[in-house]
T-cell receptor, first 114, second 109 residues
Framework: SAVISQKPSRDICQRGTSLTIQCQVD?????MFWYRQQPGQSLTLIAT?????????ESGFVIDKFPISRPNLTFSTLTVSNMSPEDSSIYLC???????????FGPGTRLTVL | GENVEQHPSTLSVQEGDSAVIKCTYS??????FPWYKQELGKRPQLIID?????GEKKDQRIAVTLNKTAKHFSLHITETQPEDSAVYFC????????FGTGTSLTVIP
């Protein structure tokens, strides 16, 4: 398994502001993943964060809106920029380990945008 | 495009009965099929998985079956208990990683 922590666990933000979410893993991993889970929905991959290179974004997600940092092999941040109520969601970081890429999730950050 | 279909979206069973959730995938490169349980307000937790070289796997009250030819896999929970109530997600993994749409299971005491 993997021990993954996220900060903050939840936040309520005003429209137009930005929030940076931090993710810390207990050991080094090559890739870290950021997911969004809207209420009652499945998990949607936002981007893959690689250490030492630009993040890879999925269709529908752009760097200007969701800038990502990956300064080392155990840490990543996701920023939700210029927020609107539609950004209200749970944001989860994740890592994959093992020969079959078993996936483990952080506890999530519950974001509410007013 | 490639995806995983999951059915049913909601499921209610009486305590002690069995629950079955089914998933269908389309990417023939998928070779690993995990199941996640997500309780309200918590993160998804891996509960069981199956590799493509295995047809069935069981862990106490939970079992998974895989039919690679038909590209179907299923989660079976027997003797359900109220604490089994949660949202369950399947996933199919190969070169890509696909999540199912989720099944909200309610076990009625």
């Amino acid at each position: 398994s993997a021990v993954i922590s996220q900060k903050p666990s939840r936040d309520i933000c005003q429209r137009g502001t930005s929030l940076t979410i931090q993710c810390q893993v207990d050991s080094q991993v090559t890739m870290m993943f950021w997911y969004r889970q809207q209420p009652g929905q499945s998990l949607t991959l936002i981007a893959t964060a690689n250490q030492g290179s630009e993040a890879t974004y999925e269709s529908g997600f752009v760097i200007d809106k969701f800038p990502i940092s990956r300064p080392n092999l155990t840490f990543s941040t996701l920023t939700v920029s210029n927020m609107s109520p539609e950004d209200s969601s749970i944001y989860l970081c994740s890592v994959r380990r093992g020969s079959y890429n078993e996936q483990f999730f952080g506890p999530g950050t519950r974001l509410t945008v007013l | 495009g490639e995806n995983v279909e999951q059915h049913p979206s909601t499921l209610s069973v009486q305590e002690g009965d069995s629950a079955v959730i089914k998933c269908t995938y389309s990417d023939s490169a998928s070779n690993y099929f995990p199941w996640y349980k997500q309780e309200l307000g918590k993160r998804p937790q891996l509960i069981i998985d199956i590799r493509s070289n295995v047809g069935e796997k069981k862990d106490q009250r939970i079992a998974v079956t895989l039919n690679k030819t038909a590209k179907h896999f299923s989660l079976h929970i027997t003797e359900t208990q109220p604490e089994d109530s949660a949202v369950y997600f399947c996933a199919a993994i190969g070169n890509q990683f696909y999540f199912g749409t989720g099944t909200s299971l309610t076990v009625i005491p």
